[in-house]
């Protein structure tokens, strides 16, 4: 039987986001799909478009197009997906480490000094922090393209998807915050710091939100893992939380990483829950300070993109902090969409009680 290093050793290939230079073809399908599908604004007064069932901005949606065309993914593919703000960062990283140990230890681990998001790209938008690429062997990427929307590149082949979701009351919380701190290069949105927290709730609840709605999202991956759970291991945020060592020996399991004994015993688990979890990650330099770059894609005039700071994907990283900023009437409209949503479906999210 092959060891779990020999299957990740085989094959191989650059985790860096395949560069897709501007293509007229996709770009002018793109225009003509704008043209034609509804349209309207988020609670940040971003345009949204309705794509197959899912809202998003005009640049994901490209990239989306873009990814759906180009993308190959590698026969021991590995995506992680997720919708914004439900612990994309995290599960970045704790995939990556697990993927990676083969080749660093946890002292040379390229996430000490670049962001997970340099680490593990999207397959349809760029985010860098760093102009250095990193150059390691892991056929690892994310997205937060929706199940039905995903390149059926993927969907057709044996990939291992690892997806995450989390309570809506704390994604909805985390992505108001998350919007606050992006500071915008070259685009007019002041307006994303005046933004009530019962105006984004009334936005959030009717799906207008990136990758939305919230609940049609994970419901999607939630169908496709019940269909084929070789491909798709579907993870809430609040398990991973109170029972890390399981799921990261259960995470690397389904991946061919699996953990031998003998790192078992020398504590390999505990390493990377240590190296991975938010006290360790928020307080690395990387993490605390610089800029990111979104970049929106690439036209006929160069590469459109904007900056936010590094340390706007960490905040708290804690079940429960919705308690903290919503009123009981707010926790009740949205525990009431997730009961109505998700009945008949057999998932149930580990949500926080309201009260």
Not at 35 to 64: H, N
Request: aromatic share 10%; glycine share 4%; net charge negative.
């Amino acid at each position: 039987m092959e060891s779990s290093s020999s299957k990740m050793n085989q094959s191989l290939k650059c985790n860096e986001k395949e560069e897709y230079r501007f293509d007229p073809t996709t770009h002018n399908k793109f225009k003509e799909i704008m043209s034609t599908i509804p349209r309207r604004k988020d609670a940040w007064v971003f345009d949204l478009y309705q794509y197959e069932g899912f809202w998003c901005g005009s640049f994901q949606l490209e990239g989306m197009l873009s990814a759906q065309e180009h993308f190959k993914p590698q026969p021991n593919q590995v995506i992680v997906s997720s919708t914004p703000k439900s612990g994309t960062t995290w599960l970045k990283a704790l995939t990556f480490a697990i993927m990676t140990r083969f080749h660093v230890d946890e002292s040379t681990n390229p996430l000490l000094t670049r962001l997970a998001h340099d680490c593990v790209p999207f397959i349809e938008v760029n985010i860098c922090s760093s102009p250095q690429k990193l150059n390691l062997d892991v056929p690892l990427v994310a997205t937060h393209i929706p199940y039905t929307s995903l390149p059926k590149s993927i969907t057709n082949s044996s990939c291992k998807i690892v997806y995450i979701c989390r309570d809506p009351k704390d994604a909805f919380v985390s992505l108001w915050h998350f919007n606050h701190k992006m500071s915008a290069k070259d685009q007019e949105v002041s307006a994303t710091e005046d933004v009530p927290l019962e105006d984004a709730l009334e936005f959030f609840c009717q799906g207008l939100t990136t990758c939305g709605p919230y609940w049609d999202h994970l419901l999607g991956y939630w169908r496709a893992s019940l269909e084929s759970p070789e491909m798709i291991l579907f993870l809430k945020y609040e398990d991973l939380k109170n029972d890390t060592l399981f799921w990261v020996k259960k995470m690397a399991q389904f991946i061919g990483c699996s953990f031998s004994l003998e790192e078992e015993n020398k504590g390999a688990v505990q390493k990377i829950i240590d190296l991975c979890s938010f006290e360790n990650m928020s307080s690395l330099e990387v993490n605390k300070s610089g800029m990111v770059r979104l970049e929106l894609g690439i036209t006929q005039d160069g590469v459109n993109a904007y900056e936010f700071k590094n340390n706007s994907f960490f905040r708290k990283g804690k079940a429960g902090d919705w308690k903290n900023h919503l009123t009981p009437e707010m926790a009740r409209r949205l525990d009431q969409i997730t009961e109505q949503k998700l009945a008949g479906s057999g998932l149930t999210l580990n949500v926080t009680p309201n009260g």
